[in-house]
């Protein structure tokens, strides 16, 4: 007899669970435009470029021009035309200039940032507050000091009031942002409790904040030394910024721009240590 061939049967599939149909990630808007945006500003930074680049530059005596400069500022750093004294109070100017604004831009944008709080006001008045600073963020630093150069003068001024207005605007939004991290159920626990906003401030808001506060604040005082730095010769407010235009686009000594930089740097990484310090001494107390 002839045995009947086996026939071959396929397992079955599992039942399968909803299936739920995943939109495209083309189809988000906020992705297109982000996209689009991208392109068009390749599209322009491609056309422009070659307009930029003189008809007659020289690329590799250009590059070795370069390479001969750096090779001066960081493998033979010296001082002529100012004393490393000077150069010490140049940069404890930037510093102080530095931290006032800090200072400043924090106490005022605490209190902007309570009056802000979702908890305590209209939701309006806190997204009036928050757009109004999103848009003074979105003018940079530089240009701020300028304005105010033109309407105060050249000085220290200028610099002090730049410098805090965009401290205010950068430290109103992360301060905000800390404070509605606190969960909503405690504030309404206190308020069921009888208590006002001034004891829910200092019993709830403020002890809860103190470390992001400090940790934000710590990094606006880093952004204001870079921009302090910055603005020292724009603005005319002097300290180290202005040594480094003085040696760099006046007197073109790039041993001296190699000292400047030094000192500039060495003061980065003592504030990434007293940053690190900060962080750990405050995560150590909660």
Do not use: C
Not at 1 to 25: C, D, H, N, S, Y
């Amino acid at each position: 007899m002839i045995k009947p061939e086996k026939q071959l049967t396929m397992p079955t599939p599992m039942a399968q669970g909803p299936q739920f149909k995943v939109p495209l990630r083309f189809r988000d808007r906020r992705r297109v435009t982000i996209y689009l945006t991208l392109l068009a500003l390749a599209y322009l930074t491609l056309t422009t470029l070659p307009t930029m680049v003189p008809e007659q530059l020289d690329l590799l005596a250009a590059s070795q021009t370069f390479l001969q400069n750096i090779q001066i500022m960081f493998f033979h750093p010296a001082l002529s035309n100012t004393t490393f004294v000077q150069l010490l109070q140049a940069l404890l100017e930037s510093v102080l200039l530095a931290l006032l604004t800090t200072m400043l831009g924090a106490i005022i944008a605490f209190g902007l940032a309570v009056i802000s709080f979702r908890q305590f006001v209209p939701a309006w008045i806190g997204l009036g507050i928050q757009s109004f600073m999103a848009l003074i963020r979105a003018i940079p630093n530089v240009l701020w000091v300028l304005i105010y150069s033109v309407v105060f003068g050249l000085g220290a001024n200028a610099a002090v009031i730049g410098l805090t207005f965009l401290s205010v605007a950068y430290l109103t939004k992360v301060y905000t942002d800390s404070m509605d991290e606190l969960a909503p159920d405690a504030i309404e626990t206190m308020r069921a409790m009888g208590l006002k906003n001034g004891p829910i401030i200092r019993q709830a808001l403020i002890p809860n904040f103190i470390p992001s506060f400090l940790s934000w604040t710590f990094i606006r005082f880093e952004i204001n030394f870079a921009d302090a730095v910055a603005v020292g010769a724009a603005a005319g407010a002097g300290g180290i910024g202005y040594q480094l235009f003085m040696s760099s686009s006046f007197y073109f000594n790039f041993h001296e721009v190699g000292v400047i930089v030094y000192l500039i740097l060495v003061f980065a990484i003592l504030l990434e240590i007293a940053s690190y310090q900060l962080r750990k001494r405050v995560m150590g107390n909660q």
